[in-house]
């Protein structure tokens, strides 16, 4: 569990944790320089808690990711499960995802479903999946192993997240402006399968001052206000994290029957092209067209087309 300024909804968190039908072996806990009552909250229900509690505090801010990084690092068990601060657990939470771990023994990440409520626990009408897009064809598509569902949607959510301990080597470092859980998501995939579990195991809780939440964090990163420059600058942004993920991969030993990295390797070359179009307009249209058909497989469609062809660019 990664903490920082939580101390809202995280004694939840922490109950909903002790009542696990499966308990967990330790839990560990960093703390990214909190100055509410967060770490005083953990240290009390460590004093009353049936297994290892272990509280590492950061000299100085780390971010989301690098303190998940850090979490991960500091785990002892062979499992491990990502738990955020201000969400509630389902009492099948641990139980459900090792079981799957167990049952499918070539997949190394599981991750589920969840029901979405709000700062006041109100529970939403739609699903996690239902709002990521993920629920139907593309959980099929995932399981049928073809990853350019993954690289091309997000929709494995760290809170939701168990893994094999022995991945670790493989996916640390967390790239340089990635959100943990994608990184994680795409890394593993080149080594293992990914299970998803389709139903909640969690209550995912959306509120104003969460740090990573349901908003695609490129479009977050992407510079400009205007609905072209947030075009396009999204577009710059997943090259260059796609193309750092890449290479990281690249430079590893891979079972050549799984064609993971071919299907990254395709989908950046795509949004490379896309990325590059010319700045007039009518300098696009034969590129564009030419590759029309392509749209449909790493993009939204005609969608995606009308506004490669109409959105005005910088440069």
Not at 124 to 152: I, M, P, S
Not at 245 to 256: G, Q
Not at 263 to 283: D, G, I, K, M, V
Request: one cysteine or more; charged letters at 30%; a neutral charge.
């Amino acid at each position: 569990m990664c903490t920082y300024n939580g101390e809202r909804f995280l004694e939840e968190q922490l109950a909903s944790i002790a009542q696990q039908t499966r308990l967990p072996d330790e839990l560990v806990v960093c703390d990214d320089g909190s100055t509410d009552r967060t770490v005083a909250i953990v240290r009390e229900f460590a004093a009353s808690a049936s297994w290892a509690v272990r509280i590492f505090e950061n000299e100085h801010n780390l971010g989301s990711a690098a303190n998940f990084e850090r979490a991960i690092r500091l785990c002892s068990g062979d499992l491990i499960a990502l738990s955020d601060q201000d969400d509630i657990w389902y009492p099948t939470r641990l139980e459900r995802s090792e079981q799957e771990l167990t049952a499918y023994a070539e997949a190394g990440l599981v991750f589920s479903d969840a029901d979405v409520i709000d700062d006041q626990d109100r529970k939403q009408e739609k699903t996690l999946w239902h709002r990521l897009g993920f629920a139907g064809k593309r959980e099929r598509e995932l399981l049928d192993g073809r990853y350019l569902v993954l690289v091309k949607h997000s929709f494995v959510t760290g809170a939701t997240v168990m893994f094999r301990a022995g991945l670790r080597e493989r996916f640390l470092p967390i790239g340089a402006g990635w959100i943990h859980d994608e990184w994680i998501a795409l890394m593993v995939a080149a080594f293992c399968d990914l299970r998803p579990i389709d139903q909640p195991l969690i209550r995912y809780r959306i509120h104003g001052s969460q740090q990573v939440g349901l908003v695609n964090q490129r479009l977050q990163r992407a510079q400009g206000n205007t609905r072209a420059q947030k075009h396009w600058g999204r577009l710059a942004e997943s090259v260059k994290d796609l193309r750092q993920l890449c290479d990281v991969l690249s430079a590893m030993v891979l079972d050549k029957k799984r064609e993971v990295l071919p299907a990254y390797r395709q989908h950046l070359e795509f949004l490379t092209f896309r990325a590059n179009l010319p700045r007039a307009r009518l300098a696009r249209v034969g590129p564009v067209l030419k590759r029309s058909r392509e749209y449909g497989v790493h993009a939204s469609g005609l969608a995606s087309v009308f506004k490669d062809l109409a959105l005005k660019r910088q440069g």
